[in-house]
């Protein structure tokens, strides 16, 4: 619990008192265009067309989350949601983010836009960091059991495609996820204080890794038969 606790304490029912939202949309690139170009790709057979994806990159601005190494978790985190955010685009994905840049979002904000979009699915990128440098895996939480086969899909592609050990699915009480209207789990991409760990993230190799990994994760989890979305009526 200690190890769970001390990853997650800027995650916990405690909302930063300062900071506005980010405009959605900021992520809105050329890469649909690039989709749409292709003659072998018509937007509307893309696995992911007409749905809608939510991507909270954790943290940013005042607030760097885990450092370790010189290494912090709103950098890391930022680079990997906008490599995600790309690839969903090119998979027919409407895309947007809580912040696409190096903004501070408050918790109470990010909860806001989710629950003002309602987005097919949310997904909250965050790294991990605990006292012991040779713990290493990934880990992903949700809130309830409308969240739970979300989550499961989340650490079973990351796990899976990173080679790495997959920790757990667990249920939390993240402030990002209690009283999410949509679908939503925060996933903990891995530990910033393994230095094993920490050394692949910050290469755009390994970003991109993950990112491809979180994008298989979502359409995995979207284009599965009965697959809760949005908001309920």
Not at 165 to 181: I, K
Not at 191 to 203: A, E, G, I
């Amino acid at each position: 619990l200690a190890l769970i606790f001390t990853s997650l304490a800027a995650c916990l029912l405690v909302p930063a008192l300062t900071g506005k939202p980010a405009a959605l949309g900021a992520t809105k690139s050329a890469s649909k265009d690039k989709v749409a170009n292709k003659p072998d790709q018509t937007p509307e057979l893309l696995p992911l067309a007409g749905t809608t994806v939510l991507v909270d990159p954790g943290h940013g601005g005042t607030d760097p989350g885990a450092i370790s190494g010189g290494v912090s978790e709103k950098d890391i985190v930022l680079d990997v949601s906008l490599k995600l955010a790309e690839k969903l685009e090119e998979l027919g994905a409407d895309v947007e983010m809580t912040r696409a840049d190096d903004t501070f979002i408050t918790l109470p904000g990010r909860l806001d836009e989710s629950n003002k979009l309602c987005p097919d699915l949310f997904i909250s990128v965050h790294g991990n960091s605990v006292k012991k440098p040779d713990i290493s895996g990934i880990e992903t939480y949700y809130y309830d059991d409308r969240d739970k086969a979300l989550s499961q899909s989340v650490l079973d592609h990351v796990a899976a495609e990173l080679g790495e050990q997959p920790r757990w699915s667990h249920a939390r009480n993240l402030f990002v996820l209690d009283g999410n209207e949509a679908p939503a789990t925060l996933v903990e991409i891995g530990y910033l204080t393994n230095p094993r760990t920490r050394d692949l993230l910050k290469t755009p190799t390994y970003q991109d890794k993950v990112a491809t990994a979180l994008a298989q994760a979502v359409t995995s989890y979207l284009t599965a038969p009965g697959a809760l979305r949005g908001c309920p009526a």
